[in-house]
């Protein structure tokens, strides 16, 4: 189990860089959770990574990304959400 939560943290971390690079802000809350966000977007998203969850802002709902690509769940909910 922690092998491949310390794996999920090693994609996390370049997914996290495409992120970036594609204009999305991603913010560091804990080691376990970060907050995404993109400019002239309401919507925040805390995802955790190393369980594959995530929380959007001010919703108050919760999405379980498991069993898909977090970089595409991720860009697609920006891309429906407000």
Known sequence: MKEMRDKRRGQWAAM???????GYTVTE???YQFRITKPG???KLDFYPSNKRAGAIPD???YD????NPYNWITNFFR???
Do not use: D, F, M, S
């Not at 990304?65 to 898909?68: D, E, L, Q, S």
């Open 60 to 62: 108050n709902k919760w």
């Open 16 to 22: 996290r860089g495409q992120l970036e690079r594609e």
């Open 80 to 82: 429906t959400h407000a």
């Open 29 to 31: 809350i804990t080691p």
């Open 41 to 43: 977007r309401k919507t």
């Open 65 to 68: 990304v498991r069993g898909v």
